[in-house]
């Protein structure tokens, strides 16, 4: 409690101060100083000092300027009964021992302690035995201030001191302030619990006290202003003065907050004055060209200064506080003003070193593996040649070609030249020109990578040459031209094999990167099981610096499956490829690819509604460049659902939206020719199978199992049902049909049969069909020729059970209305939303409560509604109670 703090008594001062057999002692090293016109009080402080002198020592310690004396002296000066105090102002003449003891006597003596007059200094044994003995028969403890500590060299007064301090029965209490630690063994007091410290990051001012400290000054500042001031400062308390003074006559302190620096003269002649000067000329050095780094460890100071005892100039700087202070494990840097006074006088000094003191830290930073720093330096140096090199020789063009010029890596690069004379750098231009789509650019600058390569008399590494052709298939796949991107892609991953170990990670990004490449090629050329196999590779061993190109691969993935039917899989990439990216925090901008994936998902289970949300939520529009295969795929399912809804003419109108766009990549022929079909079997339902015959007609492939089905649909339109059956049926059969292409064939075959009036026979295409559609819901299809198989379960009530469970209904009991839904096991973490849910919590409380974000929380919610068939959150929760899942 501040009202039991100790608080010292006010100090009296003898009007002579007493002679030695030398020079006098003088009395304002007796006084304590002043307080300044512009004091902050700072009880926060003032009451640990209170609390420390209950104990032997209290400890002072930071750099200068930092308020030590200012403290302690308004501490001092306060005037309330407590503990009497002598004061010391201690110089770097005081270090002679019997000059030392005799302002220690002499300062007890004014504090109120009795002395023999025999008592004279010295530092002999006798003499600190009676001194000790003497503090020891008071009745009350007496307080000696130390200010200055530091200038006292060597360690006999200390030990002295000590001996004194440890015999005087706790009569005695130290406050020692100084810029470092006195040699006391303060840690046998610090073990003890009887040692108070305030230190550096103590002394820093609070925001309330810089606040305090500005309107002594009358400087008003924004609380923006003001927190930029405190970084600035780094709460340093002659900062803030110097500050404020300079601000003081400015008629607009708010913007020259940002432009003061540690080059402002003030500020600079203080540093000059109490920190540069009295460094030995090596220390100066030293502190000049590490000034060039931010957070430094021995090491790299080593490597940048060339000195040896880099660790033991820190060590000493550190301790001295010395605007030198520890930055984490083995790391160090300056105060922020005083590496840009640094930074400034190094300019002055010796510009020409500049440039070589950060092509040093660039080398030492790519030897370390840390490769923003070595390009930062190597840019900072102005060696553009060498900032290429670093980017190509440590394997980075992956980061380079999938992050593009927004990353570090690229605002680091965006600065180089476009006519550097290396093929490193004209590699480097070509990936950043595609990153905005100048394919034109990229291309003459591989080209000019080409010649120089050739050129150059030492040949060219591995990694120059997978750089190369890497950026070479990125461009060719903004050509869309995938025979090249393959023949790239081939060649990038025979020379993956021949890269150094240690660059793992690196190795890894590239690879994927490759991977993903080639997968969407194969997609592109219709190589559909050797793009999911590819792609499946991408999402498996992506590492957590792909996210970007793991969600483009799951949302890719989720396309293909889609379109092969495997629904659940497709729902559960789609989801996961939301999820990722809900992690990434781009979930305002989800993954179109995604939302596509899942409209084709719900139409395939003629979910109408659901398919419309996605596809309001997967507008190709949004899609900067252009992409092909969402356009398509877009256009695709609106007609669907058109189809669904009975507007046949849209859904037509809608296939025709689905032409090339400029500029972008092209659709997978495998999409285009889901477009063609679709065309097609609109126009049979549109009484138009002449013209469907046709167009199946202009396919690639006409005769494939796809073709062949929808030809059938066609021909039994026209009349030509004997045909019809002979086309379909052996497609109905076949082992290895696509569940697509399959289901399809079991409904022609029965609409065939139905024309035909052969009900068993389609009672039992039928049947056939609905088993194939049943285990991934397909309720599409067969909802699409339902009308005209109605009559064919008139009397089979097998098969109207099977149709009542496809479209979500159990057989119903005769005697009862109930229905059992049939529906997608919920995952453990939807069980939990949905527990969230029946407990009427909101979104973000659910979130909170399973540590996920909000966006996750409502992928998971959406995923239950779609898994329940239930449009609102509360209607779940009844089908999931009904159900017994909670």
Not at 387 to 396: L, N, W
Not at 399 to 407: E, M, N
Not at 650 to 655: I, S
């Amino acid at each position: 409690m501040t009202s039991e703090l100790v608080v010292p008594a006010p100090i009296s001062i003898p009007a002579a101060a007493p002679a030695t057999g030398g020079d006098p002692l003088l009395q304002s090293k007796f006084a304590v100083p002043e307080p300044p016109a512009f004091l902050v009080a700072r009880p926060r402080l003032t009451e640990r000092l209170a609390r420390g002198v209950r104990e032997p020592v209290t400890l002072v310690v930071g750099p200068a300027g930092a308020g030590k004396t200012q403290l302690v002296a308004s501490w001092a000066a306060e005037g309330t009964p407590g503990y009497p105090i002598g004061w010391i102002t201690l110089e770097e003449e005081d270090n002679q021992s019997g000059l030392f003891w005799a302002y220690v006597l002499e300062a007890l003596r004014r504090a109120g302690v009795e002395l023999a007059p025999s008592l004279h200094a010295g530092a002999d044994r006798s003499f600190l035995v009676r001194l000790a003995a003497a503090l020891a028969e008071r009745a009350e403890p007496v307080v000696l201030v130390l200010d200055g500590v530091a200038n006292l060299s060597g360690q006999a007064w200390a030990t002295d001191l000590e001996f004194v301090l440890r015999h005087a029965g706790r009569m005695l209490r130290l406050v020692l302030v100084g810029r470092w630690d006195p040699p006391l063994p303060l840690h046998r007091y610090r073990l003890a619990g009887r040692l108070e410290e305030v230190r550096s990051e103590d002394l820093a001012f609070t925001a309330d006290e810089a606040a305090e400290l500005l309107g002594l000054h009358r400087v008003p500042l924004s609380p923006d202003a003001m927190d930029q001031l405190l970084q600035h400062t780094e709460g340093w308390a002659a900062g803030l003065r110097l500050f404020a003074m300079a601000l003081e006559d400015s008629g607009d302190a708010e913007s020259l907050v940002a432009t003061i620096t540690g080059n402002e003269a003030t500020i600079a002649e203080y540093f000059v004055d109490e920190v540069l000067r009295i460094q030995p000329e090596h220390v100066r050095t030293f502190l000049l060209e590490t000034s060039v780094l931010d957070t430094f460890t021995p090491e790299l100071a080593a490597a940048v200064t060339g000195r040896a005892d880099s660790r033991q100039l820190l060590t000493v700087l550190c301790r001295q506080n010395a605007f030198v202070q520890p930055a984490g494990d083995n790391a160090y840097r300056c105060h922020r003003l005083f590496a840009e006074l640094l930074q400034a006088q190094l300019a002055r000094e010796a510009p020409e070193r500049i440039p070589e003191l950060h092509r040093r830290a660039a080398a030492w930073f790519a030897a370390s593996g840390q490769l923003i720093e070595a390009v930062g330096h190597a840019a900072t140096a102005g060696d553009w040649t060498l900032a290429a090199s670093t980017v190509i020789e440590e394997y980075a063009i992956g980061r380079l070609l999938i992050d593009g010029r927004q990353s570090r890596l690229g605002l680091l690069l965006s600065g180089m030249p476009g006519d550097l004379e290396s093929p490193e750098g004209a590699v480097i231009a070509a990936a950043l020109a595609l990153d905005v789509r100048d394919c034109e650019t990229s291309a003459a600058q591989l080209a000019r990578a080409e010649e120089l390569m050739i050129s150059k008399p030492s040949g060219y590494s591995p990694a120059l040459a997978l750089a190369h052709l890497l950026t070479d298939a990125m461009l060719a796949r903004q050509h869309d031209d995938t025979d090249a991107v393959l023949h790239a892609a081939s060649a990038a991953e025979e020379l993956l094999g021949r890269t150094p170990p240690g660059r793992r990670e690196r190795d890894d990004e590239l690879r994927v990167l490759v991977l993903a490449t080639r997968g969407d090629a194969q997609s592109r050329i219709g190589a559909v099981d050797a793009a999911a196999i590819t792609l499946t590779q991408v999402v498996t061993s992506a590492p957590g610096t792909c996210d970007g190109i793991r969600v483009g691969a799951l949302a890719h993935l989720a396309l293909i499956e889609a379109y092969r039917g495997r629904l659940r899989h497709a729902e559960k990439l789609a989801d996961q490829a939301t999820e990722l990216a809900d992690r990434m925090g781009v979930g305002a901008s989800r993954p179109v690819g995604a939302e596509l994936a899942l409209a084709w998902v719900a139409m395939e289970r003629y979910d109408i509604d659901t398919a419309g949300r996605h596809l309001r939520a997967a507008d190709p529009r949004r899609i900067r460049p252009a992409d092909g295969m969402i356009h398509a795929a877009f256009a695709l399912i609106r007609s669907r659902r058109l189809q669904a809804r009975g507007e046949l003419r849209g859904a037509l109108t809608a296939l025709a939206d689905a032409g090339h766009v400029p500029g972008g990549q092209a659709a997978p022929s495998w999409l285009t020719r889901q477009l063609a079909l679709t065309r097609a079997r609109l126009l049979v339902t549109m009484n138009r199978p002449d013209q469907a015959i046709e167009a199946l007609g202009e396919l690639p492939e006409p005769d494939a199992e796809d073709a062949t089905v929808v030809r059938a649909a066609a021909l039994a339109a026209a009349g030509e049902t004997e045909q019809a059956w002979r086309l379909v049926e052996p497609v109905a059969g076949a082992a290895g049909a696509a569940g697509p292409v399959s289901l399809e064939a079991w409904l022609v075959l029965a609409s065939v049969a139905a024309r035909r009036g052969e009900a068993e026979q389609a009672r039992g295409a039928l049947r056939q069909a609905l088993r194939a559609a049943a285990p991934e819901s397909q309720r599409r299809a067969v909802q699409q020729v339902w009308a005209d198989l109605r009559r064919v379960l008139r009397d089979d009530d097998e098969l109207a059970t099977q149709y009542k469970q496809l479209q979500g209904a159990a057989h119903a009991a005769p005697a009862a209305a109930a229905t059992v839904l049939v529906f997608e096991a919920l995952s453990k973490r939807e069980m939990e939303v949905l527990e969230g849910m029946a407990a009427m919590l909101p979104t973000e409380e659910i979130a909170a409560s399973l540590y996920v974000s909000v966006n996750t929380v409502k992928t998971h919610v959406r995923s239950i509604l779609r898994k329940l068939s239930a449009s609102r959150r509360n209607e779940a929760v009844r089908r999931a109670r009904s159900l017994g899942l909670i």
